[in-house]
């Protein structure tokens, strides 16, 4: 391998890519799209940001204005948590699009947002957004298999194949010469318009930049820039191995059709035909079942409640309830939440495991699809992945059970068992509860999902180098 | 400087070259006649190191191209029939392109002497190559084997397609790369070409070289005749 030869080559690349009016052509209209994805991006979460700070804010009026009421009736009356948009969503809407953005809280029940269908969209809906995301994923590898699958196959029709291997240079310098020249020159014209994008988009939707959105801005583009690597060498093996550059090209396309459609759809269809998941009202039937099972909490003679009962009469020492120096209907409503909730837990947590093992298709697929593995790694990047979806759903119920529960307390100390339901507590009591906080995925979680995909990359980087390795060894496929 | 011994291509079943046995020395041309399919080109790639030889050798220089098709890449240069090279590119960038990846670097004075040597026309310098004639780039073609400073030659139908006057002012320039020393194999079906430029002809059909004339011995006319007799 002559790194010097591999330069000359490269830089013949260049040159050939700015004297030619097509593929310049062709970049200014791909230019065009991922600033038209960065306003469009830009826009829609400026705009959800917009709509749900408005609804925050009035959800949050009506709590603070609830007069002097009952907790049970505060607990009931509910509360409305909205997902926020990651900061960096605007580039890859991932799931965002079709999975819920708010939950309603509130005693007794744990709603779920939005996990069916959608819960495990991706693959053909996402042909139908413009996100930064898509024109990378999609259209930047349409555009290296244009600029390239001429880049051997051409030389081979003209004979200019021949009059190169004359040279000093080697096949394996001329196909990594090339595949360096067009990775390069990928990475000249979109890298520093992704990095640009991401960060003028990120500024402009938060006060400034945490190191965390740097990290993650940092990472994207390195993950594009290996990928357009990947993409790069695979078009210059495909050129190599063809007859002739109309042959390249349909090869190309084809494997693009692979790629980024049937793969993907298969791997969705795959995954939903393995791993099952139950519907919402299987789902929601398989919940109440078993809080049935456990103990009913409005049945006078249920065991549970009967034990819970006793075990506090003697606790505290009297004979009935009416005597006992706390609410006994809160302290089972308290024990009824308990019972639910975690019940709700475990169930919740099954399907996220359903959900997980669909996933894991694609993730398994990714090396056999590095579109996959860029995709996945570019949504956990972008905190529009499942995770980032499920660690919301996870942290609702939390805030929900602890509000729940907060208000049994109250319940529990300031309402007398003697004529619950006329007594009403001070409202300032309830005012004064934590508003919901959403705790973003940290870096370190976003990577450790993200390990099949990085790994994938990998491997696409070693296996296409090995493949053109392979090629430059073979002589039938320099004539 | 060039020689095959033996030299034998099988596919399969068929023999492309049957058991050839050449030599070109320094500063000879020697031509290669014959029909389509004759063998022409598979000598020329067996010599390029293109294919590896079913039988016999193909050596450059006393090198076995088979052996060590890397180092024989130093000792020659090729020009095919038609030499598109890099349209984008003008004539002198295209040839301080291929200059630089025989391992040559030239300044543009010597890159233009170089084109002027091939007998290109120095206001075609500097246009870009997709508005050359065939000739025009066949020139070009020469002059990157001369830049190489290319001890043998192998060329393929170098002079099909060109009108007389470019065809005869490249057998002016190829005379003048013999005179140098150059061992010139050239492939072709232009007789009378043959006989104007070449040192020594053979004729070929089916994988079989069947004679080989001198040039000087023979008439353009007793070429022919023994031509179409042995194809």
Redesign the interface.
Known sequence: MNTRLIKIIARQEWAAFFRARLPLGLYAVLLSMSILAIYIGWQYVNNFNEHQTEAKEEVHDHWMKQPDRHPHRVAHYGYLVFREKSPLSFFDFGLDSYVGNSVFLEAHRQNTINMSEAGFSNGMLRFGELSMAVVFQLLVPLFIIFIGFHTIAGLKENGLLKILLCQKATFRDVLLGKAAGITLLTWFLFLPLLFLGLLIGTVSHSAGLSTDELIRMGLIVLSYGIYFLIISMIVVAVSAISTNARNALMALVLIWILFYVMVPKSAQNLGNTIFVAPDKITFEQGIESDIAKVGDSHNPNDPHFSELKESTLKRYGVDSIQALPINYGALVMQEGENISSGIFDKHYNQLIQIYKSQNSIASFLSFIDPFLAIRNISMNLSGTDFESFTEFQKQTERYRFEKTQALNKIHLNQIKFKDDSKQRVNAQSFQQQPEFKFQPVPIKMSLRHGAMGISALFFWVLASFTLLSFISKKRQFQL | MLEATNLTKRYGNHTALNQLNLTVEPGEIFALLGQNGAGKTTTI?LF?????PSEGMAQINGVSVSENP?EI??Y???????????S??TGL?NLE??S????FEYSKTELAELLSTAGLQTQAFDLRLGGYSKGMRQKV?IA?AIA?KAKVLLLDEPTSGLDPKASNEFSTILKSLAARGTAILMATHDIFRAKEVATRIGIMREGCLQSVVRASDISANELEELYLRTV
């Open positions: 790639n390029l190191g293109f294919i590896e890397e890449k130093q020659l240069a090729y020009i095919p029939e038609t030499v598109m090279l890099y984008n590119l960038e392109y291929f630089s990846l025989a391992g073609g990157i190489k």
